[in-house]
């Protein structure tokens, strides 16, 4: 082994004291506790703390090319690595928009060269579909329903086009499901772009989507979206701002709490927690879309949608765990295991096989999120003070790639695929 971590490490659904051994960036084996020869000649580390899988973050917006006032790759990925999350799945709405192979080909060269976690790119599906031409080369594809930050709608004439385009290409489809007859421009955001918006789209979906296709409903607002999606057959992604904050925010924060889509009330926002605490989302996604304060500062009416988020994701979640209030499994699978198991990559698991991606927490250990603290460009987050625990260590590939909140030179490399997407 190159690499044993020796302590209580998140194994089949239960925290096990256990050594976990590293071979070529890769779990190689656990054990209560391995051999002499095994550990020979390899780097012993004991922790106290419990050990969990790197989260895969199916939905962030790096912002580049197009848009480096925001965030760059360096900045969204080190912000990534400090809030535990190994692995970022990135949307296309960049500019140029990932339409085509040169857009496609331009974004990997950057994530390549600046990722310090692993990636993987989604492209846009626009109504003429020339996306899929890309095939199994992104990691999965994105269909924006209903108009948002920098993005048009899509047709609803041609969704079925969309679908079937999907399902023969081999990977995923993430859709932005806000049905587009159902929004309102010129309301107010909460009104503008409803729940029944939400309902309406999912309701299209499942009309028209061939029998075998992996879809992701992104970041569903309602535990009503959730269970539409299910009896689908979509897999359905909630995001932390969705169940944390209700439309309060909006009055609170202003502009930084506007997104899409929007905060709902605080009674739809207690029955998506609920019904994401009892593990009722498939994945926890961070949809991390960060804006400038000097774009924020143009008021509710005008400013762009979206705030930041990959960060504070599991630390905000893990905070919830050691409140009780989200049982760690239920975390894991959402936020580790099934992102990565829907896009069919070896990670999200502490098993033999996948990528010794790690994340070493101290649970008693809670801190008060500051803005100042944060490694996103745009310098500004919705949760400023909530409790929140950050990982103290993070391995990549079995590199050390955060120690003592500092990060390490450490590359990202683009997420290996194995077995189908799920
Ligand atoms: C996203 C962004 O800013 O890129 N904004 C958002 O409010 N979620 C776009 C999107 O994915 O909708
Ligand atoms: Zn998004």
Redesign the pocket.
Known sequence: MDLVLAGRAWVRGQALPCEVGVEEGRIARIAKSLTDAERAGAQVVRFRGLLLPGAVDAHV?LREPGFPQKETIRTGTLAALHGGVTTVLD?P?TQPPVTDRLAFRDKAERFAQDARVDWGLHALVDPDLRAFALGTEPVGYKLYLGP????GGFPMDRLADALSGASLSGRPIVV?AEHPSVLREGRDHGNARPVQAEWGAIAALAERAPERITLLVAHCTTARGLKQAKEAGFAAEVSPHHVLLDDGALRDQGARAK??PPLRGPKERAALWAAFAKGQATTLGS?H?P?TLEEKAAGVEKA???MPGVETMLPLMLAKVKARALPLGVLVRAACERPAELFGLPKGRIAPGYDADLVLVETSKVERIRAARLHSLCGWTCFEDWPAVFPQRVWLRGQEALADGEARDVRGQPARRTGKPS
């Open positions: 917006h949307m709405n948002s930050t920098h993005v932005h997104v899409n949809d879309a804006h762009p949608s979206g």
